[in-house]
Nanobody, 121 residues
Framework: QVQLVESGGGLVQPGGSLRLSCAAS????????MAWYRQAPGKTRELVCS???????NYADSVKGRFTISRDNAKNTVYLQMNSVKPDDTAVYYC???????????????WGQGTQVTVSS
């Protein structure tokens, strides 16, 4: 069974930095696009950034220039480096990945359990 396990959330002061990690584990053949989403209280889940298997990246306007997504394909892990964080970045952050776990089927969409990021002084 495929799992995405996140780590690195916590409390950080405005202007500070935090690094999230998400590792895919279990039995699978390929990991394709990976992404980070977030959901703040009372709001819908939104895409923060994504990265293709080849390393092409995409960012929401709200995080451009502050957040950096990267991946280590050998470790099946995606990272989110969060710099110059703001109170508006407070949310539960979810890892997402398209993973082929069956050669007879298209890749499936997997989600992590979520990790809380709180930006407050």
């Amino acid at each position: 069974q495929v799992q995405l396990v996140e780590s690195g959330g916590g409390l950080v002061q405005p202007g500070g930095s935090l690094r999230l990690s998400c590792a895919a584990s279990g039995r699978f053949f390929n990991v394709y696009a990976m992404a980070w989403y977030r959901q703040a209280p009372g709001k819908t889940r939104e895409l923060v950034c994504s990265i293709s298997s080849g390393g092409s990246t995409n960012y929401a306007d709200s995080v451009k220039g502050r957040f950096t997504i990267s991946r280590d394909n050998a470790k099946n892990t995606v990272y989110l480096q969060m710099n110059s964080v703001k109170p508006d970045d407070t949310a539960v952050y979810y890892c997402n990945a398209a993973i082929r776990d069956n050669l007879l089927k298209s890749p499936s969409d997997y989600w992590g359990q979520g990790t809380q990021v709180t930006v407050s002084s």
